[in-house]
């Protein structure tokens, strides 16, 4: 069974790769790195570098001996399209994926312009469901980028979102998430900019999840949003 996940959105995650390095304001309070360091810390032979940059050939094909299917959320601990990860070993990553077709999984990146010029050189197996974080109104464009790709399911994570997005696209997208920021230092969400996005998304008839209101202790902020819980999913299943 893949590693359960208290993300609220996924059932399980996967790490081939750890590490990454900041890329926007969204990065300031990164929960991978706390995390990672901590591991860091304790031993733990998979963080034995921290928050650097690191790919584990020995866990590329961990999805295909997991047979319950699950929703796995890929790269937990860092960014698939990242700088400085060869092409040849992100392919492997999607190789895995079509191979494990059972299982559903979600690709998250902030590196949308990379993932938009790698797109053609990858395999896009209809269990892959492809997403781009968008914290700001300034990162609405990676959605852009989104749009350019295969994926049979696309979808936008607006967390942590720092500031009202009132300009955006959602046209092609089959899903979107949005949340506050949580853990140290977290920076405040208005509710008007999470009810903005959720509107939209009712307007496109797009399946909206709420995953939290986030601040230092996301658990006791919960996630309930003008009185009810708001976890729909895409109504897609694997092909």
Not at 101 to 117: C, D, I, N
Not at 127 to 150: C, F, H
Not at 169 to 193: F, Y
Request: proline content about 7%.
């Amino acid at each position: 069974m893949a590693r359960q996940s208290d993300i609220e959105w996924t059932e399980g995650t996967w790490n081939p790769v750890t590490g990454c390095t900041k890329v926007g304001p969204g990065c300031r309070n990164c929960y991978a790195e706390r995390m990672a360091l901590r591991l860091q810390a304790m031993g733990h032979p998979r963080y034995r570098n921290g928050f650097e940059l690191t790919m584990h050939e020995d866990a590329l094909e961990t999805p295909l001996r997991w047979r319950a299917p699950q929703i796995i959320f890929v790269n937990s601990m860092s960014d698939l399209f990242h700088e400085y990860l060869p092409l040849s070993f992100i392919r492997r990553v999607f190789e895995v994926m079509e191979r494990a077709s059972w299982h559903r999984f979600q690709v998250l990146t902030k590196r949308a312009r990379r993932l938009a010029e790698l797109a053609g050189e990858l395999p896009w197996p209809g269990n892959v469901w492809m997403g781009v974080s968008v914290e700001t109104q300034d990162y609405a464009p990676r959605i852009d980028e989104l749009r350019k790709t295969p994926a049979r399911v696309k979808f936008a994570s607006f967390e942590p979102l720092l500031g009202p997005v009132e300009t955006v696209d959602l046209d092609g997208l089959d899903w979107v998430i949005a949340g506050g920021e949580s853990g140290p230092g977290a920076r405040p969400m208005n509710a008007d900019w999470v009810r903005a996005i959720r509107d939209l998304c009712r307007k496109k008839e797009i399946p909206f999840f709420f995953k939290q209101w986030g601040g230092r202790d996301r658990k006791r902020a919960g996630r309930m949003l003008d009185g009810r819980l708001w976890s729909q999913y895409p109504e897609t299943a694997p092909a």
